[in-house]
């Protein structure tokens, strides 16, 4: 598909603070957006009429759709885009897999786990093929002050996006072009993307270095407290992917790249950039409980994932292992064993042979590891 002034459908899967502000900015595009909250709780307040108000980075009333099932969502949109933590992916993916047309392209943001293999496997078995694209973050970043608002802390002005089978990559790329404008930047493949998702390094560094303010529930400024040693750990932690990834011959984002573009601030030592954030209001607000997806989502769905990629590559990712071992000690959980969806496309019996062909053409091998 070309970039065009077409539009579009687009069904999203999850009705929190990501898909909100992406039906916000579909709709003021001029596309239709139609939510789907797979509880059915964050979209009863606009199902029932209300609109969805967007402040900050967006302002604006919007009326978005909104579907009672996945099916629904499925059959109404020309597109459907999966917005949601990754420990509801699998559960959303296999809400939606039986529904999907042949062709019928879906864009998963941001995009966790091999989540792409595992929905292609799904649908294949009902003889569908059909791309999907993935983006290495969101679109914005955002909360949900309340159930029909949305809070726009920025836009982005890049987003590395991939496409699998690869062969579908110019065609994804138009897409996102056509629904979000010309902010998105082309990456190898979905092996690319896994490696360029910067939340969970990142959380890591803000969660474990503020985990007794988000225990004891305060109030505090992200931005402001990563102070030099934290931002000296995020930066660490941002060495290993980017090794990880030269290693595999893949060009990812740096942490220094992702604060510029995604907040508009210049390079600096971490610690200054987010001090700079901070003193223009944007710094955000750091976690008030231990119960976020900075731990529960990205230590399983993120930190293990960079760590299999490292064993992988022979470039072992040290300090995001030792997250995965920190967090797992100090909330009494194995947070290796809560990924839902790395077991299902059976990570630890690939080969990095068998993961390349899988990210290019979509299909996981089912015979035993071969290759190195
Ligand atoms: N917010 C931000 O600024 C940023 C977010 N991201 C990433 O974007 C993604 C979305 O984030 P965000 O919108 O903030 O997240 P939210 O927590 O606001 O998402 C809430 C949505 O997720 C659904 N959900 C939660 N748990 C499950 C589950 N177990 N099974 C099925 N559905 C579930 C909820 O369902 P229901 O409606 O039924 O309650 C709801 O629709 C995450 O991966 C996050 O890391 C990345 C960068 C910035
Ligand atoms: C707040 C922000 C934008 C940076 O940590 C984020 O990535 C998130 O909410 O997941």
């Given at each position: 598909m070309a970039a065009t002034h077409e539009k579009l459908t687009v069904g999203i899967a999850g009705a929190g603070a990501v898909a909100f502000a992406t039906a916000a900015c579909l709709e003021d595009a001029g596309h239709r957006a139609i939510l789907w909250s797979p509880s059915g709780k964050s979209t009863a307040r606009l199902a029932a009429g209300e609109a969805l108000t967007a402040t900050g980075a967006l302002e604006g009333a919007f009326h978005p759709g909104v579907a009672a099932s996945a099916q629904d969502l499925v059959a109404a949109s020309d597109v459907v885009l999966v917005a949601l933590p990754g420990y509801g992916h699998k559960t959303v993916l296999d809400a939606i897999a039986p529904h999907l047309r042949d062709g019928q392209p879906v864009i998963i943001s941001?995009?966790?786990?091999f989540g792409a293999l595992y929905l292609l496997r799904q649908v294949a078995q009902r003889g569908v093929r059909l791309p999907v694209t993935v983006w290495g973050t969101t679109l914005a970043t955002a909360r949900q002050p309340?159930?029909?608002t949305v809070s726009v802390n920025t836009i982005r002005s890049k987003i590395d996006v991939a496409t699998?089978?690869?062969?579908e990559s110019a065609k994804g790329l138009a897409l996102c072009q056509t629904l979000f404008g010309d902010r998105f930047v082309p990456r190898e493949d979905v092996l690319a993307i896994s490696l360029s998702n910067l939340n969970p390094q990142n959380h890591m560094g803000i969660a474990l270095c503020n985990m007794t303010r988000m225990e004891h529930g305060e109030t505090w400024s992200q931005g402001g407290n990563v102070t030099p040693n934290v931002g000296r750990l995020m930066e660490a932690l941002d060495a290993e992917r980017v090794a990880i990834a030269t290693a595999l011959g893949l060009k990812v984002r740096t942490i220094f790249e992702h604060y510029h573009l995604s907040y508009h601030v210049p390079v600096a030592p971490i610690a200054e950039m987010n001090a700079e954030l901070h003193a223009k209001g944007i710094g955000g607000q750091g976690p008030?409980?231990?119960?976020s997806r900075y731990v529960t989502?990205?230590?399983?769905?993120?930190l293990a994932v960079t760590a299999a990629l490292g064993k992988m590559a022979g470039h072992p990712a040290v300090l995001h292992q030792s997250g995965v071992a920190l967090f797992s000690a100090m909330y009494g959980r194995d947070f290796l064993a809560e990924n839902t969806l790395l077991s299902e496309i059976g990570l630890d019996r690939l080969s990095l042979d068998q993961l390349r062909q899988a990210c290019t053409d979509g299909t996981l091998p089912t015979t035993e590891k071969t290759g190195t």
């Open positions: 941001s995009h966790a786990s309340d159930l029909a699998v089978p690869v062969s008030a409980t231990a119960d989502e990205d230590v399983p769905y993120g």
